[in-house]
C-alpha cells in the first residue's frame, strides 16, 4: 500500500468525472513541512501557528516567528500555505499567558480562546501580524483567522493585519505580494450570517472537529463521548450542504479541514456534498488521493441528495455499500 500511495505522489488527484480536487495538508511545526515533499500535496491548507508556542516554555519573540514562517514559506516553495492565527486558549493554554489571573474556566473550548483571546490581547495578533507580512515579502500571504463567530470578529482582525501593513508600506519595508484572509468555520453561529461575511472573504475553511463539538454540545476531548456522534449523520452533512449552498455565487474558495476530510468514507461524502478542496493529516493524503480517482461525482452528487433528502438509519452502511459496489 505504502509503495501505491508514493507513487501517487506525483499523480494529480482528478476524480473519474475529470474534477481536480485539491488535497492539501495540516501542519504545525517545521518539521511537519517535510511531508509536503513526502506526500505531494497540493500545499498546507491549515498551518496552525499556535504549535510554536505550545512548544515554547516563554512567549515566542516576533524574530523567532518570523523565522518559522519564513522556513515554512522556503520549503513550500511556489506552493500556497493557509496561515492560521493563534488558537490559543480552550484546550491548548499556554502558562505564560495566563498571568492575567483571569476566571478559571468551567468550559474553556467555548471561552476566551483564539480570536477571542487575540482581538483582546492584540498586542499578540500585531506581533504575530507584522511576523507574517515580513516573512511573506514578495510572496502571498493567505491568512485564516480561527472561531469566527461573528462577522465583526473578521473585520477586526483583518484591520489588525492591514494596520500592519500600512506600517510596513510607511518603512518602505518589502511587501507580500498579495494578502489574502479568510476565515474558519467551526461556530454553528457563523453559517447563519454567511451572506454578511462571504463577500469579504478570499476563502474559507470548514473545522469540522470544533463544529462537531459544537453542534452536537459533546466535548472533543472526552473520551467517553469520541465516538458518540458519527460524522456521517444527517446533521453533520446537512449543516455543511447548507453552507456549500450559501457560499453559491460568491467567490469564496470553500474547504474542510477537520479531521473528517482525512478519513475515506467521511471525505467520500465531503465529495458528494461539493466540496473540492481538502486540508487533511500528511498521512492521509496518499490514501484520499486513491480514493478521489476512483470516484464518479456524476454518480455520487445525487445520491448523496437522495440521502439528505430522506436519510437513511446508517449513512456509514449506506456510503460503506455504495462505495464497495463500485470497488471505491
Ligand atoms: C477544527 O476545529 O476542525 C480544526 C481544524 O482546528 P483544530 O483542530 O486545530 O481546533
Ligand atoms: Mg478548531
Redesign the pocket.
Known sequence: KRAAYAELRDVEPFTRCGTRIVVMM?AGLRDDMSSLQLTGADGVG?F?TEFQFLVSASLPQRERQTRLYRDVLDIAGSKPVVFRTL?IGGDKMVPYLRSDGGPREENPAMGWRALRLALEREGLLKVQARALLEAAAGRELNVMF?MVSEPWEFDAAKDVFEAQLAFLKSRKKQLPDAVRYGA?L?VPALAEVLDQLAPRLSFLSI?????TQFLFAADRADPRLAGRYDWLNASILRFIQRIVGSLIGYDVRLSV???MGGRRLEALALLGLGITRLSITPAAVGPIKELIRKVDLNELKPAMQAWLASPPESMRDELTRWASERDI
Open positions: 495540516n491549515l496552525r488558537d480561527p474558519m467551526e473545522g469540522t472537529n470544533d463544529l479541514c477537520g479531521e
